[in-house]
């Protein structure tokens, strides 16, 4: 079980690592314009505000519930 746990992090740590060179490259190649943020920002501008808000809810929720984040309550 903690071999697959590995490799599942690595697998995660390398997608990250290629996201983030390729947003560089296309950066200094084509612009800000072609960023994945830019692309990102223009795409969450053009679409219904109620979208947007859901598209940040549902992964709000997400992050809480699988990283099992919750506030710091001075115990």
């Not at 590995?6 to 490259?25: E, H, Q, W």
């Not at 960023?35 to 053009?46: K, L, R, V």
């Not at 979208?51 to 709000?60: A, E, K, N, S």
Request: charged share 15%; glycine share 8%.
């Amino acid at each position: 079980m903690k071999k697959a746990k590995t490799r599942t992090a690595i697998f995660i740590g390398i997608i990250a690592i290629v996201i983030v060179l390729y947003d560089f490259i296309t950066y200094f190649k084509n612009g800000q314009e072609s960023t994945i943020s830019s692309i990102i920002n223009e795409w969450a501008f053009d679409a219904h505000p109620l979208i947007v808000f859901l598209f940040g809810f549902i992964f709000g929720g997400l992050v809480i519930h699988f990283l099992e984040w919750r506030p710091i309550n001075g115990d």
